[in-house]
């Protein structure tokens, strides 16, 4: 049962300078870089608004309340007039009571020459833990933002342990690649980044990701009969979004800070206050939209209307190109699932339907592998081992 539930409402009209009453928001990691980077904005009014007062929940392991400390001092010397309070606390469920935002920041980062399914297997058990005190303590209408990699299977997990919220409460964040992807786009053009939009990022954020400019505009023309270089697209802005990550890592020895902690106030910023009928990029839970396989955490292009809401754009053409890339990052997204079903409440033997299991079978009697292989896609990772071994034998 969640404690101190409450929906927060704003006025019909307030005068500018009316203040709101305070809203909670949890941060975790909160002493780190991009957490450090972060709470200074939340505390400015940047992410919520210059009239909302805000009370900021700040969340760290033992050993990192000693440096969360000075973080809190230089809150306290930095005198914003729209921070009501700060607390610090180690524990989850103090720390997410009647939060209206958590941003699930802290997780082990990822270094050089690490890899993602290390960087899985380290963080699954950790964002377990926080959905179940989410689910707890946290207002009903709570809306938590995933930071910490590997995003997307983090929100799943979370969710998946939060089973008295909606899954559309929980968002993975992949507007930092958005914004990569725009800056590239404008430093191409050369124009200002404003001028960019409708550049999508499809999936996982991850060196799968599909940044599209299927649909992308510059200066409301369509930006590919601007750009006319389809090779620049496939071989330079694609594989160079992709591994933006990586290219930082390898440049300056850690993980993006300060792009990633801008990226987190712009998207709860347009959710909360709206960004008209803009594109954003936000890796939700999958409803079978465009084809992709339900429950997953997939990236898509939404628009936020304000009021802590999102709705997907919908019936977009998908040229093939695009269609396979999507299917890429998508299937990496399954294995992932797959690999942390030990996490997911009520689906570490999840039962396999016997049509499932006929169509199967009558695919692979057909020779239809592709069928196959888009069937096993959703099977428990037991099955798939199986029908890998049945498909190397046929």
């Known amino acids: 049962m969640r404690l101190g539930a409450h929906r927060s409402v704003r006025g019909l009209s307030t005068k500018m300078n009316d203040l709101l009453p305070p809203l909670k928001v949890a941060v975790t990691g909160a002493a780190g870089q991009i957490g450090y980077a972060l709470v200074m904005r939340i505390a400015s009014g940047e992410m919520l608004g210059k009239d909302q007062l805000v009370e900021l929940s700040l969340i760290e392991t033992e050993a990192g309340m000693s440096p969360l400390r000075?973080?809190?001092?230089?809150?306290?010397?930095?005198?914003?007039?729209?921070l009501s309070k700060v607390t610090a606390t180690t524990d989850l469920q103090e720390g997410f009571g009647d939060a209206s935002f958590a941003m699930l920041v802290g997780a082990t980062p990822r270094g050089k020459g690490m890899e993602r399914s290390d960087l899985l297997s380290a963080n699954a058990?950790?964002?377990?833990?926080?959905?179940?005190?989410?689910?707890?303590?946290?207002?009903?209408?709570?809306?938590?933002?995933?930071?910490?990699?590997?995003?997307?299977?983090?929100?799943?997990?979370?969710?998946?342990?939060?089973?008295?919220?909606?899954?559309?409460?929980?968002?993975?964040?992949?507007?930092?690649?958005?914004?990569?992807?725009?800056?590239?786009?404008?430093?191409?053009?050369?124009?200002?980044?404003?001028?960019?939009?409708?550049?999508?990022?499809?999936?996982?954020?991850?060196?799968?990701?599909?940044?599209?400019?299927?649909?992308?505009?510059i200066g409301g023309k369509w930006a590919k009969s601007i750009l006319k270089d389809d090779k620049w697209i496939k071989e330079d802005f694609i594989p160079r979004v992709q591994k933006r990550g990586a290219e930082i890592i390898n440049a300056k020895g850690s993980s993006s800070a300060a792009s990633a902690a801008s990226a987190a106030i712009d998207a709860i910023r347009d959710l909360h206050q709206g960004s008209d009928e803009e594109w954003l990029s936000n890796a939700i839970v999958s409803d079978g939209s465009y084809g992709v396989t339900k429950g997953i955490w997939y990236s898509v292009p939404t628009v936020c209307n304000g009021d802590s809401h999102y709705r997907r754009v919908q019936r977009l053409p998908i040229d093939e190109f695009s269609a396979k890339m999507m299917t890429r990052t998508e299937m990496e997204l399954i294995e992932e699932r797959d690999s942390v079903r030990h996490l997911?409440?009520?689906?570490?033997?999840?039962?396999?339907?016997?049509?499932?299991?006929?169509?199967?079978?009558?695919?692979?009697?057909?020779?239809?592998?592709?069928?196959?292989?888009?069937?096993?896609?959703?099977?428990?990772?037991?099955?798939?081992?199986?029908?890998?071994?049945?498909?190397?034998?046929?």
Not at 70 to 75: F, K, P, S
Not at 196 to 206: A, E, F, K, T, Y
Request: proline share 6%; charged share 25%.
């Open 70 to 82: 000075g973080v809190m001092m230089e809150l306290e010397d930095g005198a914003f007039p729209l």
């Open 344 to 394: 997911l409440p009520g689906h570490e033997a999840k039962p396999v339907s016997w049509n499932v299991l006929e169509s199967l079978h009558d695919s692979f009697k057909a020779g239809d592998m592709a069928k196959v292989d888009k069937i096993a896609a959703d099977l428990p990772a037991s099955m798939k081992k199986s029908v890998d071994l049945a498909k190397a034998q046929a």
């Open 125 to 217: 058990k950790i964002f377990a833990d926080q959905g179940k005190a989410l689910n707890e303590t946290a207002a009903v209408n709570a809306k938590v933002l995933v930071v910490g990699n590997p995003a997307n299977t983090n929100a799943l997990v979370a969710s998946e342990n939060a089973p008295d919220m909606w899954p559309e409460q929980f968002i993975a964040m992949t507007r930092l690649d958005q914004s990569r992807a725009k800056a590239l786009v404008a430093e191409k053009a050369g124009v200002p980044v404003k001028d960019v939009d409708r550049v999508i990022i499809w999936g996982n954020h991850s060196a799968t990701q599909y940044p599209d400019l299927s649909h992308a505009r």
